[in-house]
């Protein structure tokens, strides 16, 4: 059973950054394409950045580009979100998810395993 932990996550003033971080306790880590998640009161689920297993490729969410950076070390089974310029809309509850189909995880947004979620608040 795939478990996903994370943590990092809290409370800062509009302009700061904290940085999100997921362990995985599966040892086929490096086979899966990794993804951050988040989810806002009232707001629809939407995928912030995933990194591709295969070539390492990122992607962003438009809102995020430029502010946020994913990645990840395999050799830590760990998986990270470093958040920039945090703005008040960024405040959610943030999930890390895997799959080893990268097309479930970022196109159909529906992947295999999801973390807990940790909670980023962002105050003006």
């Known amino acids: 059973q795939v478990q996903l932990v994370e943590s990092g996550g809290g409370s800062v003033q509009a302009g700061g950054s904290l940085r999100l971080s997921c362990i995985a306790s599966?040892?086929?880590?490096?086979?899966?394409?990794m993804g951050w998640f988040r989810q806002a009161p009232g707001k629809e689920r939407e995928g912030v950045a995933a990194i591709y297993s295969g070539s390492g490729s990122t992607y962003y969410a438009y809102s995020v580009q430029g502010r946020f950076t994913i990645s990840k070390d395999n050799a830590k089974n760990t998986l990270y979100l470093q958040m920039n310029s945090l703005k008040p809309e960024d405040t959610a509850m943030y999930y890390c998810a895997e799959d080893l189909s990268f097309r479930a995880l970022w196109v159909k947004d529906s992947p295999s395993y999801w973390g807990q979620g940790t909670q980023v608040t962002v105050s003006s």
């Open positions: 599966d040892d086929t880590y490096s086979s899966y394409s």
